[in-house]
């Protein structure tokens, strides 16, 4: 069975930094991206990172230059380096990996920004 679970949520002041772990659990071929999004109350779900499995990345605009998505393959785990923090970067963020058939996701970590 496939569980995706994220860590390292929590509390921050604004322009500080987090870093999001996802661990991946179970077998899950052919994965074409890992992924995090993330979701403020009362707003659609959004991209914030993804990464292929050829390397390449893609970022959401707000984010750009702040975040930094990385994986470590030996420990099947993606990550999500978050710095100067603000208070709209408020949200559950979530862990995504999509292969061929289907769109795994975790359960979310809060991540909240103090201004």
Avoid: H
Avoid at 103 to 110: A, L, M, P
Wanted: glycine residues 12%.
């Amino acid at each position: 069975q496939v569980q995706l679970v994220e860590s390292g949520g929590g509390l921050v002041q604004a322009g500080g930094s987090l870093r999001l772990s996802c661990v991946v659990s179970g077998s899950i071929f052919r994965v074409n991206a890992m992924g995090w999004y993330r979701q403020a109350p009362g707003k659609q779900r959004e991209l914030v990172a993804r990464i292929t499995s050829g390397g390449s990345t893609d970022y959401g605009d707000s984010v750009k230059g702040r975040f930094t998505i990385s994986t470590d393959n030996a420990k099947n785990t993606v990550y999500l380096q978050m710095s100067s923090l603000k208070p709209e970067d408020t949200a559950v963020y979530y862990c995504n990996v999509l292969n061929q058939w289907t769109n795994y996701w975790g359960r979310g970590t809060q991540v909240t920004v103090s201004s």
